[in-house]
């Protein structure tokens, strides 16, 4: 079942669109069937503290933070998987949804860095360019943006707007020099079939030229081995490694190649945070000299199993589930703490399923004594950096990487 509403641009014969933003709905409303409601509660009081469960065509109930556009977030149930099922995996537009068709797709490549514009189809791409995949966490700039305190704007994800997957398709690099880079190439800018809404621009983001020509950058047409959902970015997405997945630009239209730095709103106002705060961005044609665009994610880490709030049974063994990531340096060890922060013992770092990937842990815990139990867990990275004790405060709502406190109940 699927709505498609075209009141939101032209060239509808080739771009239809699956789920309205707020500007977008003309023909009849489809509401996908409440399947469930839920009670996120891991979250504290507040804006996040509940949760409907709700299913999109294709996807199984996630979390709904908004219908139109669908901003849909993953339980952390589904966190137990060393890679989240595509039909679980979250779901972020900023507009209605376009739905292009495998055989309608094309490809530009474009902009006065490069020598000569380029126009594939999805054969011709995949036939001139050799595959390749990479095992990454996409997590938006956002996730867990409902637990700042003081609240900020925004759309108020808990902890799963994030998901593991292994992408594949060709390197952004093969193509890009397949067209031929100039000396004054500087940024790649990507941009989806989506169109602009009433309330925002078109969703247009670009790349500094190291990470467009990073190896494990592609222009992904799968995940987890099957074509991408098309609340997921199908035909073809960017996959941008580490970084967060603002720059994963879903149904893939247009790279345009510049020589100066791209100045569309999602760049220029939105997606920043204070300069230095977290460190230099990587992006310096993007830095001014109050804010930086956010671009690595930060180390991190989350208690999968048992949920938090979970009653356990005195005396008897278990086996705590957790995950760990970062922006790609790797994670180099795990310590839980069951008293309040003062000693810290190392989890068990589970298989290394690439850098850019999750890594899960485990941690064997015997609780002796009845009552209230908390436990805390802290990811360091390769790089030397670690989860924050205490928010890092920003306007936006980014970088949520304090260290999570878990209650359960022993009985
Ligand atoms: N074309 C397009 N691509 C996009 C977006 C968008 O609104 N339009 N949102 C971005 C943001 S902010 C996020 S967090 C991810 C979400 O990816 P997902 O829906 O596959 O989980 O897509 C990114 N790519
Ligand atoms: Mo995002």
Known sequence: MRLICGANGGNMDRRKFILGS???????????????????????????????????????PLIKRSFRPPNYETPV???????TPNDAFYVRWHSAVPDVALADWRLRISGPGVKSERE??????????????????????????????????????????????????????????????????????GNGADAPTLTGPDFVKSLPMWKALDPDTLIAFEMNGEPLPTWNGAPARLVAPGWTATYWIKALADLTVTD?????????????????????????????????????????????????????????????????????SGIRGIEVSLDGGKTWRDAKLQRDLGRYS?????????????????????????????????????????HHNVVQKVDYHVA
């Open 260 to 328: 100066k730095p791209f100045e569309g709103f999602w760049m220029k106002t939105a997606y920043r945070v204070p300069k230095g705060m977290f460190g230099a961005s990587g992006f310096e044609s993007q830095d001014t000299e109050q804010n930086s665009p956010i671009t690595a994610i930060k180390v991190n880490s989350l208690v999968v199993d048992p949920a938090p709030g979970a009653v356990l049974e005195r005396g008897k063994r278990i086996e705590v589930l957790g995950i760990a990531w970062d922006g790609g």
């Open 120 to 189: 594939f189809t999805h054969d011709t791409l995949r036939r001139k360019f050799k595959s390749a995949e990479v095992a990454a966490v996409n997590q938006c700039s956002g996730n867990r943006r409902g637990l700042f305190n003081p609240h900020v704007a925004g759309v108020q994800w808990g902890f799963g707007a994030m998901g593991n997957a292994v992408w594949s398709g060709v390197r952004l690099k093969d193509v890009l020099e397949d067209a031929g880079l100039t000396a004054s190439a500087l940024e790649v800018v």
């Open 77 to 83: 149930s589904y966190f137990r998987e060393a890679f």
């Open 358 to 398: 999750w890594r899960q842990w485990r941690y064997a815990i015997k609780p002796e004594q009845a009552g209230a139990m908390t436990l805390m867990a802290r990811a360091h990275a390769r790089d030397g950096s670690t989860q924050t004790d205490t928010l890092v405060h920003n306007p936006a709502g980014y």
């Open 22 to 60: 707020t500007s977008a709905l003309t023909g009849g409303l489809f509401l996908p069937g409440i399947v469930g409601s839920a009670t996120a509660q891991d979250l504290p009081a507040g804006a996040v503290a509940s949760g409907i469960l709700d299913a999109l065509p294709g996807k199984r």
